[in-house]
Nanobody, 126 residues
Framework: QVQLQASGGGLVQAGGSLRLSCAVSGRTFSKYPTGWFRQAPGQEREFVAAIKSGGRTYYGDSVKGRFTISGDNAKNTVYLQMNSLKPEDTAVYYC????????????????????WGQGTLVTVSS
Protein backbone atom coordinates (compact mmCIF):
# COMPACT_ATOMS: atom_id res chain seq x y z
CA GLN A 1 0.00 0.00 0.00
CA VAL A 2 1.26 3.46 -0.92
CA GLN A 3 0.42 6.41 1.28
CA LEU A 4 1.19 10.07 0.86
CA GLN A 5 1.08 12.71 3.54
CA ALA A 6 1.12 16.38 2.59
CA SER A 7 1.93 18.95 5.22
CA GLY A 8 3.19 22.49 5.69
CA GLY A 9 0.17 24.50 4.65
CA GLY A 10 -0.99 27.54 6.53
CA LEU A 11 -1.83 31.22 6.38
CA VAL A 12 0.76 33.58 4.92
CA GLN A 13 0.89 37.16 3.72
CA ALA A 14 1.21 38.02 0.05
CA GLY A 15 4.87 38.08 -0.91
CA GLY A 16 5.75 35.56 1.75
CA SER A 17 7.09 32.03 1.48
CA LEU A 18 6.00 28.58 2.52
CA ARG A 19 7.45 25.11 2.14
CA LEU A 20 5.21 22.10 1.68
CA SER A 21 6.32 18.53 2.26
CA CYS A 22 5.03 15.26 0.88
CA ALA A 23 6.14 12.09 2.62
CA VAL A 24 5.64 8.89 0.63
CA SER A 25 5.52 5.53 2.39
CA GLY A 26 5.22 1.97 1.13
CA ARG A 27 8.21 1.85 -1.17
CA THR A 28 10.92 3.98 -2.70
CA PHE A 29 9.63 6.00 -5.63
CA SER A 30 12.87 7.54 -6.79
CA LYS A 31 12.34 6.35 -10.37
CA TYR A 32 8.79 7.60 -10.73
CA PRO A 33 7.33 11.08 -11.10
CA THR A 34 5.98 12.92 -8.12
CA GLY A 35 3.82 15.97 -8.58
CA TRP A 36 1.97 18.75 -6.86
CA PHE A 37 -1.50 19.92 -7.84
CA ARG A 38 -3.76 22.51 -6.33
CA GLN A 39 -7.47 23.18 -6.28
CA ALA A 40 -9.27 26.33 -5.23
CA PRO A 41 -12.92 26.12 -4.14
CA GLY A 42 -15.19 25.56 -7.11
CA GLN A 43 -12.29 25.39 -9.56
CA GLU A 44 -10.54 22.71 -11.57
CA ARG A 45 -7.53 20.96 -10.14
CA GLU A 46 -4.41 22.59 -11.56
CA PHE A 47 -0.94 21.22 -12.22
CA VAL A 48 1.70 22.99 -10.14
CA ALA A 49 4.98 21.10 -10.40
CA ALA A 50 6.53 17.69 -10.95
CA ILE A 51 9.90 16.04 -10.50
CA LYS A 52 11.38 12.97 -12.15
CA SER A 53 14.14 10.64 -10.97
CA GLY A 54 16.79 12.33 -13.08
CA GLY A 55 16.13 15.56 -11.24
CA ARG A 56 14.25 17.19 -14.08
CA THR A 57 11.54 19.51 -12.88
CA TYR A 58 8.44 20.93 -14.52
CA TYR A 59 6.16 23.78 -13.55
CA GLY A 60 2.82 25.19 -14.42
CA ASP A 61 2.93 28.58 -16.07
CA SER A 62 1.25 30.31 -13.15
CA VAL A 63 3.99 29.34 -10.68
CA LYS A 64 7.11 29.19 -12.84
CA GLY A 65 9.87 31.30 -11.38
CA ARG A 66 8.27 31.41 -7.94
CA PHE A 67 7.92 27.77 -6.88
CA THR A 68 10.60 25.09 -6.70
CA ILE A 69 10.07 21.35 -6.40
CA SER A 70 12.79 19.14 -4.96
CA GLY A 71 13.16 15.66 -3.57
CA ASP A 72 15.06 13.78 -0.91
CA ASN A 73 15.10 10.14 -1.97
CA ALA A 74 16.61 8.95 1.30
CA LYS A 75 13.61 10.35 3.13
CA ASN A 76 11.07 9.52 0.44
CA THR A 77 9.97 13.12 0.65
CA VAL A 78 9.21 15.73 -1.98
CA TYR A 79 9.12 19.43 -1.21
CA LEU A 80 7.47 22.42 -2.76
CA GLN A 81 9.12 25.72 -1.92
CA MET A 82 6.71 28.55 -2.62
CA ASN A 83 8.05 32.09 -2.79
CA SER A 84 6.48 35.42 -3.70
CA LEU A 85 3.08 34.05 -2.84
CA LYS A 86 0.00 35.72 -4.26
CA PRO A 87 -3.63 35.60 -3.12
CA GLU A 88 -4.43 33.58 -6.25
CA ASP A 89 -2.16 30.83 -4.93
CA THR A 90 -4.74 30.12 -2.25
CA ALA A 91 -5.84 26.51 -2.66
CA VAL A 92 -5.65 23.03 -1.27
CA TYR A 93 -2.36 21.54 -2.42
CA TYR A 94 -2.15 17.84 -3.19
CA CYS A 95 0.88 15.67 -3.80
CA UNK A 96 0.75 12.58 -5.98
CA UNK A 97 2.97 9.84 -7.35
CA UNK A 98 2.68 8.03 -10.66
CA UNK A 99 3.69 4.41 -11.14
CA UNK A 100 2.47 3.82 -14.69
CA UNK A 101 4.64 3.90 -17.76
CA UNK A 102 2.70 6.84 -19.13
CA UNK A 103 3.26 8.75 -15.89
CA UNK A 104 6.52 9.86 -17.43
CA UNK A 105 4.58 11.39 -20.30
CA UNK A 106 1.53 12.70 -18.47
CA UNK A 107 3.26 14.19 -15.46
CA UNK A 108 1.43 17.46 -16.06
CA UNK A 109 -2.08 16.06 -15.68
CA UNK A 110 -4.00 13.95 -13.20
CA UNK A 111 -4.00 10.96 -15.54
CA UNK A 112 -0.30 10.43 -14.85
CA UNK A 113 -0.73 9.71 -11.16
CA UNK A 114 -1.94 6.70 -9.18
CA UNK A 115 -1.73 7.74 -5.54
CA TRP A 116 -2.82 10.97 -3.93
CA GLY A 117 -2.49 12.57 -0.55
CA GLN A 118 -5.35 14.29 1.25
CA GLY A 119 -3.98 17.76 0.66
CA THR A 120 -2.88 20.70 2.75
CA LEU A 121 -4.52 24.12 2.71
CA VAL A 122 -2.54 27.21 1.75
CA THR A 123 -4.16 30.58 2.29
CA VAL A 124 -2.47 33.76 1.08
CA SER A 125 -3.83 37.04 2.37
CA SER A 126 -3.45 40.35 0.58
Amino acid sequence: QVQLQASGGGLVQAGGSLRLSCAVSGRTFSKYPTGWFRQAPGQEREFVAAIKSGGRTYYGDSVKGRFTISGDNAKNTVYLQMNSLKPEDTAVYYCAVGLRLDSFTYYYTERGYDYWGQGTLVTVSS
